[in-house]
């Protein structure tokens, strides 16, 4: 059972940082891409970033690249988010996610995604 914890969610003020965590258990880590999406209140879920298996490819939303970054360590079967200049439309619950096979490709595409975290509430403060 795939199981995705985040942390690192908080009150912030615009123009800080943040660093969101998400570990996952259940299966081989190191074997799947990972994504970060998020909701904002009356919102659909959106992506903001994914990565590859061995971390060699990122991919974006145009309305956070520049400023977010997504990382992983297979070792410790975690996935980040670097969250940097931070607006007051950055204000979501995010969501880790993990696809429910071993592809290489579109990663952006909210439908590869089976498995979901419990989200993580980061609100930036004007």
């Known amino acids: 059972q795939v199981q995705l914890v985040e942390s690192g969610g908080r009150l912030v003020q615009a123009g800080g940082s943040l660093r969101l965590s998400c570990v996952t258990s259940g299966r081989t880590f190191s074997s799947y891409g990972m994504g970060w999406f998020r909701q904002a209140p009356g919102k659909e879920r959106e992506f903001v970033a994914a990565?590859?298996?061995?971390?060699?490819?990122?991919y974006y939303a145009d309305s956070v690249k520049g400023r977010f970054t997504i990382s992983r360590d297979n070792a410790k079967n975690t996935v980040y988010l670097q969250m940097n200049s931070l607006k007051t439309e950055d204000t979501a619950v995010y969501y880790c996610a993990a696809p429910r096979s071993p592809v290489s490709y579109g990663l952006e595409s909210r439908d590869l995604y089976g498995y979901w975290g419990q989200g993580t509430q980061v609100t930036v403060s004007s």
């Open positions: 990565i590859s298996r061995s971390g060699a490819s990122t």
